[in-house]
């Protein structure tokens, strides 16, 4: 039996999530469904993440067990022929220990949200954006998210079906920034919160927006209170962007680099 760790590419828009699902398509089940037909063996692949319907991933490390012996670089052009046509893309396939787990070996992940802020529609990133008409301020924006950074309990930016055991959780990186039109939130942490992200940048966008005071989103965090939340953003801008695992942890100044 060999583990193969699988560096994944996804658009989450027609899946139901990232996890098998009863009621719909999944990533997983596409990934286990190219395995089978490659390997003629039931796999099961377990990921880094947990995403959402409609979340995408740039980066989303998995690992599957396969019993048949495969050069891992065959491995990946094989998969990737059979997940056609489903918008998923194997972009890295390496051999790993049999102790090592996509889930369990993760030290950190990062994670990045787009907004559009311009009047126009959407036409390219229709899906895979939020777009927001009115004008953001994306200093006020990053000033509010500072008060967030660092271990706290985020039952406040916590969804009601979260099953984490605890509402704390450790922030390590709450950045936002704007690139013309394009504003950008990228959050880092060795674990999050279900709907965590997406909480936390609905709520910076009323501070954007100037119908919240920085101060507010402090106030909110505080509260402990999920009905304090200002608001959650939508699936659509939300990408994983990176696990990090003990062997390749990346340093501060390496991330800033290779996020933007």
Not at 159 to 181: A, N
């Amino acid at each position: 039996m060999t583990r193969f760790a699988l560096t994944l590419e996804f658009d989450g828009g027609p899946f139901m999530g990232l996890q098998r699902q009863d009621h719909g398509p999944s990533v997983q089940q596409a990934v286990e469904e190219a395995a089978f037909r490659v390997t003629g063996e039931d796999v099961r692949m377990h990921a880094a993440g947990r995403t959402d319907s409609g979340v995408h991933a740039l980066g989303m490390v998995a690992h599957i067990d396969v019993e048949k012996p495969f050069d891992p670089f065959r491995l990946m052009e094989a998969l990737n022929y059979h997940l056609k046509p489903d918008p998923v893309a194997v972009l890295a396939c390496a051999v790993k220990p049999d102790d090592w787990h996509a889930r369990f070996s993760c030290i950190g992940r990062a994670y990045e949200y787009r907004i559009v802020n311009r009047r126009a529609p959407l036409t390219l990133d229709k899906g895979r954006a939020w777009a927001v008409t009115r004008p953001l301020d994306a200093e006020a924006m990053h000033a509010a998210a500072q008060s967030l950074v660092g271990r706290h309990d985020f039952t406040t930016f916590r969804s009601v079906h979260c099953q984490s055991q605890s509402p704390e959780k450790t922030l390590d990186r709450l950045d936002v920034s704007r690139q013309g039109d394009n504003v950008i939130v990228r959050a880092e942490a060795r674990s999050f919160l279900h709907h965590q992200v997406r909480s936390m940048v609905g709520t910076l966008a009323l501070v954007g927006l100037g119908q919240w005071r920085v101060e507010q989103v402090a106030e909110a965090l505080h509260a402990r209170d999920r009905s304090a939340l200002g608001l959650n953003a939508p699936p659509d801008g939300l990408y994983f962007v990176r696990a990090v695992y003990p062997d390749e942890t990346v340093t501060k100044a390496e991330a800033a680099g290779r996020w933007g």
